[in-house]
């Protein structure tokens, strides 16, 4: 008898920083998503804004070991069901509703549902759920709004996502309510382009040390 998987540690305590990866061709899903888990990002957010993101969080699932793969954008329940039966680690949307958020619980993977208000998130502190994404963060009210909801909801903890930049990240990451915080800064579109991976290695690189 076969021992059972581990669990899988909290998406919001698996790096400091969690890519947020937009690919238009799949082809260059696992290369990419070798050089982030080289870098020391093994959890990788591949949004489902194109096509190809299906494919691509697939093909990371089964030939990438080492990377944590989610599905980010998540907005419906056939969304759920695609990309866990990708092979989807987790889930990110970037906002929530009552079928969304059930769907999300059945779904068996960890989850992130956004929020962007203090309704939002007493909500699903009722729904037992304390793990939230933060989104759009800057135009949320930043590094600010966070700080004010610590302490009268200390028990919310977030992946703050949306204008955040390796020179905003360390801040985010201060705060007491904040276990990491999304971006795409280390996966600039020249780089992909190029398939210049040894660069997105290096920014990935940077990235993981932000936390001091």
Not at 33 to 59: C, F, N, Q, S, Y
Not at 155 to 162: E, L, S
Not at 183 to 209: C, F, I, T
């Amino acid at each position: 008898m076969t021992s059972p998987a581990p669990a899988l540690p909290r998406v919001l305590d698996l790096a400091p920083v969690v890519p947020v990866v937009v690919l238009e061709d799949a082809a260059d899903a696992v290369p990419l998503a070798r050089a982030l888990v080289a870098g020391g990002l093994p959890a990788i957010e591949v949004t489902l804004r194109t096509a190809a993101a299906l494919d691509a969080i697939r093909a990371i699932a089964v030939d990438v070991p080492d990377a944590v793969v989610g599905a980010g954008t998540v907005i419906s329940v056939r969304n759920v069901e695609d990309s866990v039966a990708a092979g989807a680690r987790f889930l990110v949307s970037p906002g929530w509703t009552d079928a969304l958020l059930d769907a999300m619980k059945a779904s068996g993977v960890p989850f992130l549902p956004g929020v962007s208000t203090t309704s939002e998130v007493v909500a699903l502190l009722e729904r037992g759920v304390t793990e939230m994404k933060f989104f759009p963060a800057e135009a949320a009210g930043g590094t600010a709004y966070l700080k004010a909801l610590s302490a009268p909801l200390p028990q919310a903890r977030f992946c703050p996502t949306g204008g955040i930049s390796p020179a905003s990240a360390p801040t985010y990451l201060a705060l007491p309510n904040v276990g990491c915080v999304g971006g795409s800064w280390m996966l600039p579109g020249d780089a992909v382009a190029a398939k210049d991976w040894d660069r997105v290695e290096r920014l990935a690189r940077e990235a993981s040390a932000l936390r001091g």
